[in-house]
């Protein structure tokens, strides 16, 4: 295997890799099957696993994602199962069995995964879907099924699932398995009835990052079905269900912290129809004739779903429940304002205000701010964890010896300082070392982003400015570290000071 820097996401992680490829040859057999596994994963693209309680909206934000109605959604065996979405050259899905066989399953006439699959359901593992979709060439997709709270057991079961991964074919014992499994970061779907205190809840939040800790680095928060929540029951929503959503998204987010770094209001159903092409010409023209109606007729029908479909109206009654099941009445009260504004409004910009109704837009910005652009840091940090697990269930104290070894050198190195900053940036999120709230926020802003103005809060200044900012910085956290620290918050106060010298010099060469 080439450890050339292009097939890693970053510096670091090809580091982390030509650790494993150094150590394979002075270590037992079993060791370096594991580490063949890290290395593989290391090179693969991020796994994102969409983990959240039963009927939360999991899959549908999947569809969304991904831009295609692939996931079942709603009933069926499939929704017990876990799904991995992966980039390939040609669209195909295999159900993979407990003893590592795999049989291939057709698509449905939709191009989804059959909601049902015709084989033995206790004797599947997971699925594997191969899509040609671009999303998935630097993301991998994990749809996990929904836990509730009488659910325990798939707890472990997702774990289990998990955890077997893309190693099917048995060359790794259970122990070193669990060692390289779980999911490297998580989009955690949350709804307005689940209390973020709720064990079952955060169980399915474990279960889906295996063994591997999830936190504001790795790990955001959705706040999924806003359209369903009502407004007025909200304080200073003022009957606005976006600003309500927002309102609660935040609530929560309080609640969830340090698990995640955010929690954003989403609509994932009408993402899903507007990303999915599932918005059609027909449907924007049953919108015109919906919005030609008189007020009272039109408010009336939008008052609830049943009085949506049975209303006596020009409509026929399944354009009305297929408008229903795509947008919801929330979606379809946008979608008649739109028209009110704008009556000439084409089906595709229709469909683009419908997205830009759903947030989706904003959960694919943290994505990219919080996932992708850290897939370096958090691939590397994962392998790390995972090298470290198979050396300490070795039982070879000199293998043990070696591979800390190695690792000591790699985290001298100035590309794993940003292991450190994820590290720190965990510690603050967590609680576990304190600031007060400016240096706190500090310390979270220079490791939330990768984009140097984004890092120094000055978003959109002059490079001059930002250099003379970091440099400011890095001396501030240098004399904060050797004076007025404790000695958590000094070690802390280090890590930011050299993060903010890093950047300085970048900065200063760019
Ligand atoms: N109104 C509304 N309905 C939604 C939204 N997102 C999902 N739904 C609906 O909620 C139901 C459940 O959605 P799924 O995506 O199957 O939920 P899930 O979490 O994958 O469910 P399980 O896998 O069975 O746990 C479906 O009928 C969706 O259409 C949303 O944002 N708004
Ligand atoms: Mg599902």
């Not at 092409?277 to 049943?306: K, P, V």
């Not at 404790?486 to 280090?494: E, F, G, K, L, M």
């Amino acid at each position: 295997m080439s450890t050339a820097t292009e097939h890693w996401p970053g510096p670091l992680s090809a580091a982390v890799s030509r650790l494993c490829t150094g150590l394979q040859p002075q270590v037992s057999e079993r060791t370096a099957a594991g580490f063949a596994e890290v290395l593989r994963r290391l090179a693969a693209p991020l796994q994102v696993a969409v983990a959240g309680r039963i009927k939360s909206g999991k899959s549908t934000l999947v569809n969304a994602l991904i831009g295609r109605r692939v996931a079942p959604t709603d009933v069926g065996e499939c929704t017990r199962l876990v799904t991995r979405f992966q980039y390939g050259t040609v669209d195909r899905v295999e159900v993979v069995f407990r003893d590592g066989s795999k049989q291939a399953v057709p698509f449905d006439s939709d191009g989804g995964i059959p909601a049902d699959l015709g084989v033995d359901i206790s004797e599947v593992s997971h699925l594997e879907a191969y899509l040609t979709n671009a999303v998935l060439r630097d993301l991998t997709v994990i749809d996990t099924p929904g836990l509730g709270s009488l659910d325990a057991a798939s707890v472990k079961r997702t774990e289990e699932l998990l955890g077997t991964g893309e190693d099917a074919d048995g060359e790794l014992d259970p122990v070193s398995r669990n060692a390289v499994a779980g999911a490297e970061a998580v989009l955690y779907v949350v709804t307005q009835g689940v209390r973020a205190d709720d064990e079952h809840a955060l169980a399915a939040f474990t279960a889906a990052t295996a063994s591997r800790e999830a936190g504001p680095v790795n790990a955001i928060g959705v706040l999924n079905k806003a359209d369903t929540i009502e407004a007025s029951t909200v304080d200073g929503a003022d009957d606005d269900v976006w600003k309500a959503a927002t309102l609660l998204a935040e609530q929560q987010a309080g609640l969830l912290k340090p698990k995640v770094a955010d929690v954003l209001p989403v609509i994932g159903l009408l993402a899903e129809t507007a990303e999915s092409g599932r918005f059609t010409a027909a449907d924007a023209e049953a919108l015109r004739e919906l919005a030609g109606l008189d007020e009272a007729t039109r408010e009336t029908m939008l008052m609830s779903a049943d009085l949506f479909t049975s209303w006596e109206c020009e409509v026929p009654a399944g354009t009305r429940t297929r408008l229903l099941e795509r947008l919801d009445l929330y979606g379809i009260r946008c979608a008649l304002e739109a028209i009110d504004a704008e009556p000439d409004i084409t089906a595709g910009a229709l469909r683009r205000r419908l997205r830009d109704a759903s947030g989706l837009a904003s959960v694919l910005h943290r994505l990219d701010t919080v996932f992708r652009a850290r897939a370096d840091g958090i691939k590397a940090a994962a392998a790390l964890a995972s090298v470290t697990a198979l050396a300490h269930s070795s039982g070879d104290l000199g293998e043990r010896q070696r591979v800390h070894d190695a690792i000591e050198v790699l985290l001298a190195k100035p590309e794993a300082h940003q292991l450190r900053v994820l590290e720190a940036l965990t510690l603050v999120a967590a609680g576990a070392v304190t600031f007060p709230p400016d240096l706190a926020e500090e310390v979270m802003r220079v490791g939330s982003s990768t984009d140097p103005a984004e890092q120094l809060g000055l978003p959109g200044r002059h490079r001059r400015e930002l250099v003379d900012h970091a440099l400011e910085r890095a001396n501030w956290w240098r004399s904060f570290s050797s004076f007025g620290a404790t000695p958590a918050q000094s070690r802390i106060a280090h890590v930011v000071h050299r993060a903010y010298f890093l950047l300085w010099q970048q900065l200063r060469a760019g």
